[in-house]
């Protein structure tokens, strides 16, 4: 049978249709949840959300501040920093190795350069973080050359016959790249100049050819155990290292620079123990205390550092970087004193499908709930601000825990983000634009929550790349452009996204206390899933994920980002409606507006409800950051 509505009726059914889907109100009780923090170690969660265990109203100054990028550019120089600093860039971190002393000691081999970008910093008011970093492919201030071995040398052998010894240095030459890009891999114990026979500190891992071997001599010894004199030698080496690099800084007239004190734990760190030049059935020396506290190598070589650094340059931090990976090897307290802060690498932005790739698969236990989703998991933001692996950040942001803790010596200890990024392939990104619409949401989501969440800075990775489906920002063709190339001629979609972002903070003033503000928020009409449930558990709902991110720029002015943080990325997710009531603003006078950075617009906002210490608004919210701003 066919029922006809009279043409009244049926021009009212989509207000009421809309009407009653509005009515579906589900409120996130309570948005903010001290619960969603508890997981106790070391287990994990795929439901609580320890991000929204505490709101923050941050400083708009501090947060524009805070945005950074890893200064990876093969040239021009004066080009990339403009338009890095036009997309909103305030800070860089520029990688000046050990290895980038001169052999003899004098200068850097890249100084020109090093010196140059960093006045382009001064210029530009750009702050650098300095790391400090002795990859094994270059250590140190070394010298390669080539020698010819003149018969074969099997693998597994213990000495090599060379042409000419001439110029080679027992326990400090070596030759290179036997497994990896290693300099002087295995070191030169003996020598008999007669014959050209050199003993090696390992057997060799493969077969040498007889012909040309690439060698190395290393200025200084990799690190001996603390208390030794070839520990003191390395360490005094490094240290003068260290005040080289802030030197430069120096005389590029900037007094307030980061020094970070290494790159991560997880390659290219050889030369932090020599016993790695050596046979492992036969160390050279005896191990000494753990590396990374109070007596070991690490901790010690960054307590002198500190010593040296800070007479010379009080207004320069020292940050912690042996622990990018590792977060909580060494305790805060514990850090060297006088330590200021320490960085993270959390990273995790590629796929991660579940179950199969369930934190402790085998260990069962360690399940909080006793449930894993079926779900390919994409965050923008990594891993870290969640429970999807015990070692969440927030165990060290949360101000009610371990926040303020510090080292001795310290007034003030800083959370850095030295590397954070994403690589388009590991999301299944093949595409130039799907690859460039991955960046910004990765930069604008991460820069928002990241530095609203208790980081105070954080580096994106990377400046630039070759290829658009690469990590970079800049564009790839930048080498060759004209210096006076116009930002808007050639910026890409994650540098257009910054700057709309940030010049939403424009204004932005030191502020010593931002007003604190609370949330209420609900999810309106049929709200999504984040991934099902089963009989068990239930599902995880978009609005459980949905994120109010509060800034104040000014005193009577605040920018609130807005976002549901959908656990795919590369699934753009349709406009759901979310009702905010925001406590702690005179709500009875003043402006609202909403701008989208990724769209460049701004959507009309009307208060649904208004008071002397709040105000009701109804917000379309999508998977990036909206802008609402208050104004009193």
């Not at 909080?368 to 933001?381: C, W």
């Not at 996204?497 to 940030?502: D, K, P």
Request: hydrophobic letters at 35%.
């Amino acid at each position: 049978m066919n029922v006809h509505l009279p043409a009244c009726l049926a021009s009212l059914l989509p207000i009421i249709v809309a009407a009653a889907t509005e009515a579906q109100e589900v409120p996130v009780r309570p948005y903010v949840d001290p619960g969603q923090l508890d997981v106790p170690w070391p287990k994990h969660s795929h439901y609580r959300q320890p991000w929204r265990g505490f709101l923050e109203t941050k400083s708009g100054y501090d947060f524009l501040a805070g945005i950074g990028v890893n200064y990876h550019v093969p040239d021009n120089d004066a080009l990339a920093v403009r338009l890095l600093a036009e997309s909103g860039f305030h800070t860089f971190r520029i990688e000046i190795g050990f290895g980038s002393v001169r052999f003899d000691g004098k200068g850097l081999t890249n100084e020109d350069r090093t010196r140059n970008l960093l006045r382009l910093c001064r210029q530009y008011n750009i702050r650098p973080t300095l790391l400090l970093n002795a990859h094994q492919g270059v250590p140190c201030p070394l010298r390669f050359f080539t020698k010819r071995l003149t018969a074969d040398a099997p693998k597994g052998s213990r000495a090599v016959v060379l042409a000419d010894t001439e110029d080679l240095v027992v326990g400090r030459s070596g030759i290179n790249g036997l497994t990896d890009y290693w300099a002087a891999e295995a070191l030169i114990t003996e020598i008999d100049h007669e014959t050209g026979r050199c003993r090696l500190s390992k057997p060799l891992p493969k077969e040498l050819k007889a012909g040309d071997l690439p060698m190395a001599t290393l200025a200084y010894l990799p690190l001996h155990p603390v208390g030794t004199e070839e520990f003191d030698e390395t360490a005094a080496g490094w240290v003068q290292y260290a005040l080289m690099v802030c030197r430069l800084a120096s005389d590029a007239g900037i007094d307030q620079f980061d020094v970070e004190l290494w790159n991560e734990l997880t390659f290219g760190t050889r030369f932090l123990d020599v016993n790695n030049y050596y046979d492992p059935d036969a160390p050279k020396v005896p191990r000494g205390p753990d590396f990374l506290n109070k007596g070991g190598t690490c901790w010690e070589l960054a307590r002198r550092t500190i010593e040296a650094v800070k007479p010379r340059h009080p207004k320069a931090r020292c940050i912690w970087g042996f622990s990018n990976t590792t977060f909580f090897h060494c305790a805060i307290p514990n850090l060297p004193p006088g330590m200021d802060g320490q960085s993270y690498h959390p990273y995790g932005t590629g796929t991660r499908r579940l179950p199969d790739q369930e934190y402790h698969k085998d260990r069962p236990e360690f399940n909080l709930e006793g449930f894993t989703p079926t779900i390919d998991v994409r965050m923008p933001e990594g891993w870290a601000h969640t429970f999807l692996q015990t070692e969440s950040l927030m165990r060290h942001l949360n101000p009610q825990a371990r926040r303020h803790t510090r080292p001795e010596g310290t007034s003030r200890f800083y959370h850095y983000i030295t590397e954070h990024g994403v690589v388009p392939a590991e999301c299944g990104v093949t595409d130039e634009a799907g690859g460039w619409r991955l960046k910004s949401l990765c930069a604008s989501r991460s820069f928002c929550l990241w530095l609203n969440k208790g980081i105070d800075v954080m580096h994106y990775f990377v400046a630039h790349s070759k290829d658009p489906k690469g990590m970079g920002l800049l564009p790839t063709d930048l080498p060759g452009l004209p210096e006076d190339t116009p930002f808007d001629e050639v910026a890409t979609p994650p540098m257009r996204v910054l700057r709309n972002l940030t010049t939403a903070f424009a204004g932005s003033v030191p502020l010593d206390k931002p007003r604190q503000l609370s949330v209420e928020a609900a999810a309106l009409g049929v709200d999504g899933k984040v991934f099902e449930g089963d009989g068990a558990h239930p599902p995880l709902w978009h609005r459980d994920v949905l994120a109010v991110l509060p800034f104040q720029i000014k005193p009577g002015e605040f920018v609130i980002a807005v976002y549901v943080m959908t656990y795919d990325a590369t699934q753009p997710l349709a406009e759901a409606r979310y009702r905010l009531v925001i406590k702690g603003v005179n709500g009875t006078q003043g402006n609202l507006a909403l701008y989208d950075p990724h769209e460049d617009r701004r959507i009309s906002l009307k208060p649904s409800g208004r008071g002397e210490d709040f105000v009701e608004v109804v917000v379309p919210v999508v998977d990036h950051p909206r802008l609402l701003t208050l104004t009193e």
